[in-house]
């Protein structure tokens, strides 16, 4: 497991990672906007240790608010997941 997170002023970001059964999981906490983009991105795409997952699960049962930008990142996520075999689902309710 692997959290990223912003910590700085009132509001505050979370991204959490991990691998279960060969699906990525990430829990998103907070606010999602250009502050937390470079954040997001990495706790989406980055850091496959042995294999790339078959699946990316997002789950953002705790975000409070999320701007365009938070909509550019996960476009972003899906096309760079479409060019791959990976699936990505994006969840809104708590795992």
């Known amino acids: 497991m692997s959290d990223i997170g912003n910590t700085d002023g009132p509001d505050r970001f979370s991204a959490v990672h991990c691998m279960v ?6 829990t998103v906490e907070g606010e999602i906007d250009h502050h ?29 608010f999320m701007d365009s930008t938070g909509i550019n990142i996960f476009i972003t996520a899906f096309q760079a997941v479409s060019a ?3 699936e990505c689902v994006m969840s809104v309710c708590r795992l």
Request: aromatic share 2%; glycine share 10%; proline share 5%.
């Open 84 to 86: 791959t075999e990976l």
């Open 21 to 26: 059964d060969g699906v990525r999981v990430v």
């Open 36 to 64: 937390v983009r470079e954040l997001l991105s990495a706790a989406l795409l980055s850091g496959y240790d042995a294999a790339p997952p078959s699946r990316i699960v997002v789950d953002l049962g705790g975000v409070t």
